[in-house]
């Protein structure tokens, strides 16, 4: 069992600053990357950014420059660090893990989501 607990969701006004954070807990064995995603209302889920073991980093397009995702490996946390905040970034923001269990099977596992809210 592997449980995804996400933080720091809100609202905030445009061109302002909010921070996610993501614990991941449970029979994890080692992680492959952890990513955040993104579904507006309406909306298909899109990848907003994945960060790998070795710390390599990819980020959607609209998000570059403005966001930045880390991870601590030792704590199994990621963080998207969100900056310039415009009301396209409203969305439910969902962390992601790529992971092998105990049992040495792959697997991956969604948080439940945060809120994010630009204002304009």
């Known amino acids: 069992q592997v449980q995804l607990v996400e933080s720091g969701g809100g609202f905030v006004q445009a061109g302002g600053s909010l921070r996610l954070s993501c614990r991941a807990s449970?029979?994890?064995?080692?992680?492959?990357?952890m990513a955040w995603y993104r579904q507006a209302l309406g909306k298909q889920r899109v990848l907003v950014a994945t960060i790998s073991t070795a710390g390599d980093t990819n980020y959607a397009d609209s998000v570059k420059g403005r966001f930045m995702i880390s991870r601590d490996n030792a704590e199994n946390t990621v963080d998207l660090q969100m900056n310039t905040l415009k009301p396209a970034d409203t969305a439910v923001y969902y962390c992601?893990?790529?992971?092998?269990?105990?049992?040495?099977?792959?697997?991956?596992?969604w948080g439940q989501g945060t809120q994010v809210t630009g204002s304009s």
């Open positions: 992601v893990l790529r992971a092998r269990n105990t049992l040495r099977i792959n697997f991956g596992s």
């Open positions: 449970g029979s994890i064995f080692s992680i492959h990357s």
